[in-house]
């Protein structure tokens, strides 16, 4: 007996603005909405699609009130397909991204940015 990874879970102080903008990140869709709640991803799950096989998690942003209070434990790394670094980094900037410095240094091979609803915070 296994299990599936399905969902990540994210919480947030708005989740369609999230949503939208991971969606427009990553190309996926909304495809579940409710309550201070939205479900983004690349496929609409069944449960005998997850019974057949490991499928790609979706996203799902839950509204909560408290802010964060430290460093995230967990952050998605994304890859640009179509484009070089330094243009998708001014894509994302131009969906509400902003560069963080979470101490990486100034010659690494990728940008830290933070989403939208984290770049209100320091790292």
Same mark, same amino acid.
């Given at each position: /007996?296994?299990? @599936? ?5 994210? +919480?947030? #102080?708005?989740? !369609?603005?999230?949503? !939208?903008?991971?969606?427009?990140? %990553?190309?996926? !869709?909304?495809?579940? @909405?409710? !309550? =201070? /709640? ?7 799950? &069944? ?5 057949? @096989?490991? /499928?790609?998690? &979706?996203?799902?942003? %839950?509204?909560?009130?408290? =802010?964060?209070?430290?460093? +995230? @434990?967990? #952050? %998605? +790394?994304?890859?640009?397909?179509d484009a070089g670094t330094e243009k998708e ?8 991204? &902003? ?5 990486? =240094?100034?010659?690494r091979g990728w940008v830290v940015m933070a989403?939208? +609803? ?6």
């Open positions: /007996m296994t299990s @599936r990874f399905t969902e990540l879970s994210i +919480d947030c #102080h708005d989740p !369609e603005r999230l949503a !939208e903008f991971w969606c427009a990140v %990553l190309d996926f !869709e909304v495809i579940d @909405r409710g !309550e =201070g /709640m939205v479900e983004i991803g690349s496929w609409t799950p &069944t449960a005998e699609a997850v019974r057949a @096989r490991q /499928m790609p998690p &979706t996203l799902v942003f %839950l509204r909560v009130p408290e =802010g964060k209070a430290v460093k +995230d @434990r967990l #952050h %998605l +790394d994304v890859s640009p397909v980094v001014a894509r994302l900037t131009a969906l509400g991204a &902003t560069r963080a410095d979470v101490g990486q =240094g100034p010659d989403d939208p +609803d984290t770049s209100d915070y320091q790292f």
